[in-house]
């Protein structure tokens, strides 16, 4: 994979751990889990400070701007608390990023 940039590099990254903090919990490893969620939150407070500046972190607008930008970039219909969701955004950045 090529290294992703820019805003679409932080949200490959957290959706890959989106992806793999999944696996994990269906392995029972908690405390892995836990360290994932605490990296993606990370990276979602990283991007909302791209986003909005100095404001205080809002997860409601933030989903909200990831959802606009995945249906305006990529024509995907975003939910975060669906697996196969997330594995389809990966996909499509991939595929994005190879020029299919």
């Known amino acids: 994979m090529s290294e992703f ?7 490959i ?10 696996f994990v919990v269906r392995s029972q490893q908690y ?3 836990a360290h994932l969620r605490d990296r993606e939150k990370t990276l979602e407070r990283k991007v909302f400070a791209i986003l909005y ?15 606009k930008y995945l249906k305006d ?15 389809q ?3 499509e950045f991939k595929l994005k990023d190879l020029g299919i």
Do not use: C, P
Not at 5 to 11: F, R
Not at 13 to 22: A, H, P, R, T, V
């Open 89 to 91: 955004i990966i996909r």
């Open 13 to 22: 990254e957290i959706f890959e751990i989106k992806e793999q903090k999944n």
């Open 5 to 11: 940039k820019g805003i679409d590099g932080l949200l």
């Open 31 to 33: 405390e892995k889990a």
């Open 53 to 67: 500046g100095d404001e205080d972190y809002d997860w409601k607008k933030y989903e909200m701007f990831i959802n």
């Open 73 to 87: 970039t990529y024509d995907i219909d975003y939910d975060y608390k669906d697996y196969g969701s997330v594995r």
